[in-house]
């Protein structure tokens, strides 16, 4: 069974980080190049980082500067830091093989 876990979001005041990790099953990681999306109420999903297997990485305009995709194979684990927070990054975030699977996703709240 392919699973993909969140976790590492809360409340953070603006300016502030976090950082969001995904386990995932082995059976996808390890083939799969895995990304980090969004959706804050009101919007559309939207990516905000991908990383392939050979950790070539992509990020949005957006987060450009401020967050970093990183996957750790030793334990099929990706992870997204987020630094220099803003309120406009509050979203439902969520993990990606950026395919068929979907993770429930993590609530990120950046707000004084």
């Known amino acids: 069974q392919v699973q993909l876990v969140e976790s590492g979001g809360g409340l953070v005041q603006p300016g502030g980080s976090l950082r969001l990790s995904c386990a995932a099953s082995?059976?996808?990681?390890?083939?799969?190049?895995m990304g980090w999306f969004r959706q804050a109420p009101g919007k559309q999903r939207e990516l905000v980082a991908s990383?392939?297997?050979?950790?070539?990485?992509n990020y949005a305009d957006s987060v450009k500067g401020r967050f970093t995709i990183s996957r750790a194979n030793t334990n099929n684990t990706v992870y997204l830091q987020m630094n220099s927070l803003k309120p406009e990054d509050t979203a439902l975030y969520y993990c990606?093989?950026?395919?068929?699977?979907w993770g429930q996703g993590t609530q990120v709240t950046v707000s004084s």
């Open positions: 990606t093989n950026m395919a068929k699977y």
């Open positions: 082995r059976r996808i990681f390890s083939i799969s190049t």
């Open positions: 990383i392939t297997t050979n950790g070539r990485t």
